[in-house]
């Protein structure tokens, strides 16, 4: 660029600042949408996984705003990072506070939405409180008082339906007005009797502590400290705020007093003056919703409703599998495309290797689960905003309790079947930070469908079709059964023992609103499954890539020169002997030899001999430790690198015939078969342990925000997968298996 | 259970049944996350519904449904716990009856 453009002479004031709260389910991420439209950015807030997500608003008259979308919270009390990105939202320890807060509540369910309004009026900030699904409110019988409301909250009110776009503009005035009310100093919110001494002590540190902050600010920081800290794992506060509010707590526990049920209840006793000042119920509100009524007898039914929960999973999974597979394939091919371009264009060497096997074989990597993170996200979706996913967590969670999970973990487990890049990030649902985190390390031992093509080779090779259990089974189906049956009670058991020690923690409640059945919102899904893809792309793909293009280095270098030159003779050779289809044969027998011998000849076929006194016991060869090495990439990999192992080409698929009379015939140096039933089983034990797939670590690293993770992960899938593979050849040879 | 305690719990309660809450006796975590979400001293709980495999539990409580778990809702003492107006549920006697004999509430018609 040369000329750079001239600013415009008026320079437009800086965009208002203002931060959009509410509780989960008030419509929050359906207002915001509307509200910004398509023009919202998601970031993230370092090094926890909460999407940091803001946009423009345009506030009418010539005012800008920038907002922000403060997470879905009920409380403003916090005691893991991850909630505290709520509180330093509307009261941050460093920096300016928003110049306007936007709570949105549910009318439907006000008293407990209010809770969180009441925090926000706490601070002291200016508060706009959009009444959401008014409409609903109306027909349950529930009248508001607008400005009785306003007048007793000392807040703006505006009624509005986000999910169709009313009382927006009436929410616009509101805001203006806010921002452009002089600063009021207002006092701080009162509180009751007993409390306010603790409250008072607390407030003077923090007068020493923060001289600057406002009277309300400091009476909300105050109430935060005292009902957050204790057993909290924040960080950065200062040791001076916690010593004060343990010592508050401990006088009043010595006095029989409960402090924090005295703020809370002196919140909810302001709460329901209000609601005495401003809402009117007519009987029938009170019953509830006959329409989510109706619909909860029948899903949350022990028998319809576990039958419902059945086929909702069902369909899930078929997603995952049926339906993503003709998309799979499509992009497989678009990439198997470009990269015959590539190879046709470009000389050969080791650039067109670079860009080929390098580049364009990561870029498929990455791509390749879009289509799996996309159904599964359109399904997360749908099941969060309808209210379905809550009575999926309500109707499991009696099974997850049994290894330390949460109702919330069954989704993320269950598509670990399919793929554990989607289920990985399927955990974000899940609020509490270690459950989450046993979740997601637990999950890639659930027998994912790239293992599948594994199970399958090896199978095939060991095991003869005809071959059956009791004279019925099919033995392949038992191993197959047995392997995925393995995987289940490994991931359970995973859990169970994260869950007892590295997170250990007190057993997490359940504490699960169950919001009424609503209609999903198309635009809310599309732009749910959008952020969840582009996040996949830009935060894992990248990391995939690199390590895609690492994996192609090391099965490809050192290059050996006189392998090249020898194998370049035999082509010559051919060529003089040969003609029409014996040629074209002959030379693809040399092209496999050659990748053979290259491989070999590499750094992972190096790397592949130096590990084979580790793999010995386990009944592997050098061989197989190279394929281990190729499918780090992933695990199905190991069918194609072990095609080139063995010299029959990397097109090699599971159903290849000479691959499997390949594998079939390997000896060892001995004279002994390597592939019998029990190395090949030792092999697939192996596989469904271990932790052979660069992309998942990739997204663990993603959604745990820290290295730290993937790499115990690794650790014990390693730990785990050696020794299952080893008892498995040791102990089958010492039952006098081979 | 030996020596039963004198106030009947939420876990104690049938479908339909309500009380009032007297005391939340969870540990600090969670009792402070229940009272946030308005599950305090002198609030109304009814019991909606109870999950297929017999757990977690339902409760409406302040205009919405709130889903914990029975080891939780034991330690949520009730007072004035009135059995459900209509249809009582089959095998969720005994435990209720005391505070039945303590309801001060007429059912609400």
Request: aromatic share 6%; net charge negative; proline share 7%.
């Amino acid at each position: 660029m040369t000329a750079a453009p001239r600013l415009a002479p008026e320079v437009s004031p800086a965009p208002l600042r203002v931060a959009l709260a509410g509780n989960p389910n008030a419509g929050k991420t359906t207002l915001f949408n509307a509200l910004t439209g398509a023009r919202a950015r998601t970031g993230n807030y370092p090094g926890i996984t909460v999407d940091r997500r803001t946009g423009p608003w345009r506030l009418g008259e010539g005012a800008e705003a920038e907002l922000l979308d403060v997470p879905g919270t009920y409380s403003l009390s916090a005691r893991s990072p991850e909630e505290q990105v709520a509180v330093e939202a509307v009261l941050p320890a460093d920096g300016a506070p928003p110049d306007v807060v936007v709570v949105v509540a549910d009318a439907t369910a006000l008293e407990r939405h209010l809770y969180l309004a009441l925090q926000i009026v706490e601070t002291g900030r200016p508060t706009v409180l959009a009444l959401n699904m008014m409409d609903e409110a109306r027909a349950a019988g529930i009248a508001i008082d607008r400005e009785a409301l306003a007048e007793a909250m000392g807040a703006e009110v505006v009624p509005i339906v986000a999910s169709r776009g009313e009382g927006l503009e009436a929410l616009r005035a509101a805001v203006r007005r806010q921002a452009g009310a002089p600063a009021a100093t207002r006092p701080p919110e009162p509180v009751d009797g007993a409390v306010a001494d603790d409250v008072a002590e607390v407030e003077a540190v923090l007068a020493e502590q923060r001289p600057d902050d406002s009277p309300g600010e400091r009476r909300a920081r105050a109430l935060w400290a005292l009902l957050s800290l204790g057993d909290d794992e924040l960080e950065g506060v200062p040791a001076r705020l916690r010593e004060v509010t343990d010592a508050v707590h401990a006088r009043a526990e010595a006095a029989g007093r409960n402090l924090d049920r005295e703020i809370i209840a002196g919140r909810y006793a302001r709460i329901d003056a209000w609601v005495l000042a401003a809402v009117t119920a007519d009987g029938h509100g009170r019953a509830g919703r006959p329409g989510t009524e109706r619909l909860d007898a029948v899903l949350t039914h022990p028998v319809a409703g576990v039958l419902v929960f059945a086929l909702v999973m069902y369909l899930l999974f078929e997603a995952l599998f049926a339906w993503s597979d003709p998309l799979i394939g499509l992009i497989e091919a678009g990439v198997g495309w470009a990269q015959g371009l590539a190879a046709a264009v470009l000389p050969d060497g080791p650039l067109e290797g670079l860009l080929v096997d390098g580049v364009l074989a990561g870029v498929g990597n990455v791509v390749v689960f879009v289509p799996q993170i996309a159904l599964l996200f359109v399904f997360i979706a749908v099941l969060e905003d309808s209210g379905y996913l809550a009575r999926v967590a309500f109707v499991i969670d009696r099974v997850m309790r049994g290894v330390g999970l949460h109702g919330k973990a069954f989704v993320p487990l269950l598509s670990g079947f399919a793929c554990a890049i989607p289920a990985v990030m399927a955990t974000r649902t899940i609020e509490s930070r270690k459950d989450r985190l046993v979740t997601m390390l637990a999950l890639p031992l659930m027998s994912c469908s790239a293992r599948l093509p594994v199970y399958a080779l090896v199978i095939a090779v060991v095991f003869a079709t005809d071959e059956r259990l009791f004279g019925v089974l099919s033995i392949g189906a038992v191993v197959l059964f047995a392997m995925y049956a393995l995987s289940v009670v490994a991931t359970l058991g995973a859990a169970a023992v994260l869950r007892r020690t590295v997170l250990k923690g007190p057993r997490p409640p359940l504490v699960l609103e169950l919001p009424p059945y609503r209609m999903p919102g198309a635009r809310n899904v599309a732009s749910a499954v959008g952020r969840r893809v582009k996040s996949f792309l830009v935060d894992a793909g990248t990391i995939i890539l690199a390590i895609t293009i690492v994996l192609w280095a090391l099965l490809s270098f050192p290059r050996s020169e006189a392998i090249t030159a020898e194998h370049a003779e035999l082509r010559e050779e051919a060529r003089v002997e040969l003609s029409g289809e014996a040629l074209k044969a002959r030379l693809a027998r040399v092209d496999a030899l050659e990748s053979e011998a290259q491989l070999r000849h590499s750094a992972a076929g190096r790397l592949g001999h130096f590990i084979e006194p580790a793999l010995a016991p386990l009944g592997f060869d050098w061989r197989i430790g190279v394929g281990l090495i190729g499918s780090f990439a992933a695990r199905e990999v190991l069918v194609s690198t072990l095609g080139i192992v063995w010299g029959i080409g990397e097109e090699a698929d599971e159903e290849s015939v000479p691959l499997r009379e390949a594998l079939r015939e390997a000896e060892r140096p001995d004279g002994s078969k390597l592939f019998t039933p029990l190395s090949g089983l030792a092999l697939m034990v192996f596989f469904v342990l271990a932790a052979q797939c660069m992309s998942t670590l990739a997204v663990v690293r993603r959604e745990s925000g820290s290295w730290k993770w993937p790499l115990l992960m690794l650790g014990y899938m390693t730990v785990l997968a050696y020794v299952g593979a080893w008892i498995t050849y040791q102990g089958g040879q010492l039952l006098g298996f081979t | 259970m030996p020596d039963e305690p004198p106030l009947p719990t939420l876990a104690d309660l049938p479908i339909g049944a309500e009380g009032t809450v007297v005391d939340v006796r969870c540990p600090r975590p969670v009792a402070r996350r229940l009272m946030e979400m308005g599950v305090l001293p002198g609030t109304r709980v009814r019991v909606l519904r109870v999950a297929p495999l017999g757990d977690p539990i339902v409760l409406q409580v302040r205009r919405y449904s709130l889903s914990i778990r029975r080891r939780e809702a034991a330690d949520i003492v009730l007072s004035d716990v009135r059995e459900a107006a209509t249809e009582p549920e089959p095998g969720a006697k005994g435990a209720t009856e005391r505070g039945l004999s303590r309801a001060s509430e007429r059912p609400a018609s």
